[in-house]
């Protein structure tokens, strides 16, 4: 365990700068960072825990992927078709596994924009089945969003719909490797889910959890259940834990930033609520324990005022 802690800390101090700015890490490329190696076999390439930009290339959530005998699976398509194109040949420099499968976090445009591009390329893309619902429904807005920011650089791109869904659970065998899809619950967003990797002692968490940049809260985020189902998520019996955004880290330290963050929020929005104190004063709760996390400024208040107000609802 200590020697783990070692390489945690190291591991971190390698990508301290990303939370220090939102400049690219690699101009050379569509990509925020270039892909490493969190353990052998499973890579990485770490987003902007910033909001997407030109200057980033919508790349601010963690690209990953899974090297086998057999091919390789890549979790998140990509905010456009440029930027899956930059990660495959990143996954190129490293092996010459064709890719066979794109899995999806959700179905916001990050994760799934790219899929045109790994469809052309003879991917299979799977996805929870709300996911998919989601991309049905509102897939066209999340492009209309990416190209209103990301102009010359969302050429190309095109909405695609997955080719295979699930509803709990899906196993995948590729070459040397076991690969779990799990929907866990209602979490931050519609179809969310975490890819487990039991060979190498890792889960991918998607949005389930958040550490590095303060979680968001959307007017459909459904925080009371996203606790439940994050109790479930963190029996998981893993080591390494590669979150939606930011850098690798381990259990404790996403509990303590998701769970524990909830928590809070929702004990203060109770107390206002118990004092007949309304939106306003939720606006004004202290978060001060968290204003080191990236993102704090755009996402606090709005997070009191979601939050507070499903409180309120839940109340009738």
Request: charged share 25%.
């Amino acid at each position: 365990m200590r020697l783990f802690s070692l390489f945690l800390a190291l591991l971190f101090l390698s990508f301290s700068s990303f939370a220090d700015s939102d400049d690219d890490k690699y101009p050379e490329s569509e990509l925020y960072s270039k892909p490493v190696e969190v353990v052998p076999g499973v890579w990485s390439a770490i987003g902007a825990t910033q909001p997407p930009t030109y200057e980033n290339a919508g790349h601010n959530n963690n690209l990953s992927f899974v090297i086998t005998v057999d091919g390789v699976l890549v979790v998140n398509a990509g905010d456009s078709y440029l930027l899956a194109k930059a990660l495959h040949e990143e996954i190129k420099k490293i092996t010459d596994q064709p890719v066979r499968y794109v899995v999806l976090e959700n179905g916001q445009g990050h994760a799934m924009l790219g899929s045109n591009y790994w469809r052309d390329q003879g991917a299979k893309i799977i996805a929870h089945d709300d996911a998919i619902e989601e991309i049905e429904l509102h897939g066209d807005e999340s492009l209309g969003w990416m190209e209103s920011y990301n102009l010359d650089r969302a050429e190309g791109t095109e909405v695609v719909i997955p080719d295979e869904g699930f509803s709990d659970r899906m196993e995948l065998k590729l070459g040397n490797a076991r690969i779990e899809l799990i929907n866990f619950g209602p979490a931050h967003s519609a179809g969310d889910i975490s890819v487990y990797l039991p060979d190498h002692d890792v889960i991918i968490a998607g949005d389930m959890a958040f550490h590095q940049r303060m979680l968001p809260v959307f007017p459909e985020t459904k925080t009371l259940q996203w606790i439940e189902t994050f109790d479930l998520f963190a029996a998981m019996d893993v080591t390494h834990v590669i979150p939606g955004h930011g850098v690798p880290t381990d259990m404790e330290t996403v509990t303590r930033e998701t769970k524990g963050y909830l928590a809070y929020m929702h004990a203060e929005a109770r107390r206002l609520l118990d004092e007949d104190l309304g939106l306003e004063e939720a606006y004004m709760i202290d978060q001060s324990d968290w204003e080191y996390l990236d993102a704090f400024d755009e996402l606090a208040k709005k997070n009191a005022g979601r939050i507070f107000q499903e409180l309120e609802m839940d109340d009738f």
